[in-house]
């Protein structure tokens, strides 16, 4: 290398050396400690509903007068889809977040740790969603894609989100799937096969989450109160697009139930509700304590979601 080019000054900021350093790690534990979803996962060709995907008490009906009226037959089959329906709204929101996070390397010096362990992340998420989607195709419901208006809503969010409202959005997905995940991957009355996709996911989100958070701290600290307002209601919206995402009309329909009476009866749902916010609580925990949620407009539409009290 030259001398001119040895000598020129870094393009990283002082402040910035603990996120390298941050970074830096996330990358070498990727190194350590990934995942290949084709080869560690045993794939049967088809499931037989035996045993329930996801704890009964995790499907959105149970303790309704709906859930009463299906035999086991059917909440099983209810708990196959609601999963299927779950791993396809964490394909869409993958590919939201690969977008947010190649716009935000795009900005970076490229090479950072900060750039590496983007492009690291990337590549997570791209084995998970061919994972979830492999996963789809065994336990059937593969129409049970997203809707047209959650689509639409995902496009303004991955084209026009600034990076605290991007990670933030990044932290509400995945803290929201990981809560149910942390709890299937160790439950041995559940079906293997998505017991094993949620503990894969599981280990290797634990360091999104690690990076997501540090990164929104270290962004929301910059925001001036005017900023924080317009990020308190894009991530309050995004919260309950996501929330609203996670169980596709189309699973109740399959089970022979009206999709309109049993979305409203899992809404009135008081068992529901504690799941949402069970699921929420770490996140609503950590955004509370960035003044991210706040007490007025934006509080109103966590609460109206079901992810606050
Ligand atoms: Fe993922
Ligand atoms: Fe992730």
Same mark, same amino acid.
Request: net charge neutral; hydrophobic share 45%; proline share 4%.
């Given at each position: 290398?030259?001398?001119? +080019?040895?000598?020129?000054?870094?393009?990283?900021?002082?402040?910035?050396?603990?996120?390298?350093?941050?970074?830096?790690?996330?990358?070498?534990?990727?190194?350590?400690?990934?995942?290949?979803?084709?080869?560690?996962?045993?794939?049967?060709?088809?499931?037989?509903?035996?045993?329930?995907?996801?704890?009964?008490?995790?499907?959105?009906?149970? /303790?309704?007068? $709906?859930?009463?009226?299906?035999?086991?037959?059917?909440?099983?089959?209810?708990?196959?889809?609601?999963?299927?329906?779950?791993?396809?709204? /964490?394909?869409?929101?993958?590919?939201?977040?690969?977008?947010?996070?190649?716009?935000?390397?795009?900005?970076?010096?490229?090479?950072?740790?900060?750039?590496?362990?983007?492009?690291?992340?990337?590549?997570?998420?791209?084995?998970?969603?061919?994972?979830?989607?492999?996963?789809?195709?065994?336990?059937?419901?593969?129409?049970?894609?997203?809707?047209?208006?959650?689509?639409?809503?995902?496009?303004?969010?991955?084209?026009?989100?600034?990076?605290?409202?991007?990670?933030?959005?990044? $932290?509400?997905?995945?803290?929201?799937?990981?809560?149910?995940?942390?709890?299937?991957?160790?439950?041995?009355?559940?079906?293997? +096969?998505?017991?094993?996709?949620?503990? +894969?996911?599981?280990?290797?989100?634990?360091?999104?989450?690690?990076?997501?958070?540090?990164? +929104?701290?270290?962004?929301?600290?910059?925001?001036?109160?005017?900023?924080?307002?317009?990020?308190?209601?894009?991530?309050?919206?995004?919260?309950?697009?996501?929330?609203?995402?996670?169980?596709?009309?189309?699973?109740?329909?399959?089970? /022979?139930?009206?999709?309109?009476?049993?979305?409203?009866?899992?809404?009135?749902?008081?068992?529901?509700?504690?799941?949402?916010?069970?699921?929420?609580?770490?996140?609503?925990?950590?955004?509370?304590? $960035?003044? $991210?949620?706040?007490? /007025?407009?934006?509080?109103?539409?966590?609460?109206?979601?079901?992810?606050?009290?």
């Amino acid at each position: 290398m030259s001398a001119t +080019l040895a000598e020129r000054p870094p393009v990283r900021h002082p402040a910035d050396t603990d996120r390298e350093e941050i970074a830096r790690r996330l990358v070498a534990a990727a190194a350590r400690r990934s995942f290949d979803p084709d080869t560690d996962i045993e794939w049967p060709d088809r499931v037989v509903d035996d045993h329930y995907y996801i704890p009964p008490e995790r499907v959105s009906l149970y /303790g309704t007068s $709906l859930w009463d009226m299906l035999d086991e037959t059917k909440r099983i089959a209810l708990s196959r889809l609601e999963v299927a329906s779950w791993a396809q709204a /964490g394909i869409w929101f993958e590919l939201i977040l690969a977008q947010l996070l190649v716009r935000y390397a795009y900005d970076e010096d490229y090479t950072s740790q900060h750039t590496r362990w983007a492009l690291t992340e990337i590549a997570d998420e791209c084995r998970h969603s061919a994972m979830f989607a492999r996963m789809v195709e065994v336990l059937g419901g593969t129409e049970l894609r997203p809707q047209t208006a959650t689509i639409t809503l995902g496009r303004l969010m991955k084209t026009m989100a600034h990076p605290a409202e991007g990670f933030a959005g990044i $932290l509400i997905a995945e803290e929201l799937l990981d809560t149910f995940q942390r709890e299937m991957m160790v439950d041995e009355a559940l079906q293997p +096969l998505t017991r094993a996709v949620a503990r +894969l996911h599981v280990i290797e989100e634990a360091r999104h989450v690690k990076f997501a958070r540090e990164e +929104l701290e270290r962004r929301v600290k910059r925001l001036s109160p005017l900023q924080r307002q317009r990020v308190r209601m894009i991530i309050a919206a995004a919260a309950a697009v996501i929330a609203g995402a996670l169980v596709h009309p189309g699973c109740y329909v399959a089970v /022979g139930l009206d999709p309109g009476a049993a979305r409203r009866a899992a809404r009135a749902s008081e068992h529901r509700q504690a799941t949402l916010r069970w699921a929420a609580a770490k996140l609503v925990a950590n955004f509370d304590e $960035l003044g $991210l949620i706040g007490t /007025g407009a934006a509080r109103a539409i966590w609460r109206r979601a079901g992810l606050v009290a």
